[in-house]
């Protein structure tokens, strides 16, 4: 298990909001993870899956990949996300690999692919993400 992997399990097993929607961390590296969202069907707007769900999965992969870089000195918040969704999904997992393509001091640029297992597209998310420091957290 890969050291950012080790850190963001223990971070993520804080947010109820994970367990809630029931969405999983499966792989961290530096910069990267994948998270998935298993199929339930009170997710469903009824007959698939809802986008909200999808764009969960999404911004909690963004701010996951940031965190494996500014853990444990900074947290990560969503500044900005947009999404495209491409396929309906009707009782499948959705997977969501998560990269940050840019890092500066006060923001990041992440980009998300969401996939079903055998690899065909769900939706693709970018979003921006802020950096917030101790002083930042304490006044949120």
Excluded at 24 to 30: H, K, T
Excluded at 113 to 122: N, P, S
Aim: with cysteine; charged share 20%.
């Amino acid at each position: 298990m890969s050291k950012e992997l080790e850190v963001l399990k223990v971070a993520s097993s804080k947010v109820a909001f994970l367990h809630f929607m029931g969405i999983e961390l499966l792989d961290a590296r530096a910069g990267w993870v994948k998270m998935k969202l298993p199929f339930r069907p009170e997710l469903l707007q009824p007959a698939s899956l809802h986008g909200g769900a999808i764009y969960s999965l999404a911004d909690s992969a963004a701010a996951h990949a940031l965190m494996t870089l500014v853990l444990p000195e900074q947290l990560a918040t969503t500044v900005e996300q947009r999404i495209n969704f491409f396929k309906a999904v009707k009782d499948q997992d959705v997977y969501a690999e998560a990269q940050i393509v840019n890092l500066g001091k006060t923001l990041a640029y992440c980009e998300v692919t969401m996939t079903l297992a055998e690899g065909t597209l769900v939706a693709k998310s970018a979003a921006t993400l802020m950096r917030l420091d101790a002083a930042r957290v304490k006044s949120a």
